[in-house]
């Protein structure tokens, strides 16, 4: 939790996206992070694959909610939400 409130984007948000895995969308579907860098997240859709990248703080865009935003961790198929 300290380190989520030390990481926070110039949007005030949260990163959370800090390492490859899995992550649950805000429409439900599963993504694989595959790639973490400085400022972005490369990854893809489990079904079918179709590439994508997320901000660190899970925004596929900046400053406006998306459907394809990640919202939580997966860990052992449970989402842990942030």
Known sequence: MIQLQRQRSHTGLPHFVTAP??????????????????RFAYGFYNKPQIRESWNLNGRILLWT???NDIISIVTNDIPILS
């Open 21 to 38: 895995g899995e992550y649950l969308t805000r429409c439900g579907e599963k993504v694989t992070v595959t790639k973490v860098y400085k």
């Open 65 to 67: 909610e998306t459907d």
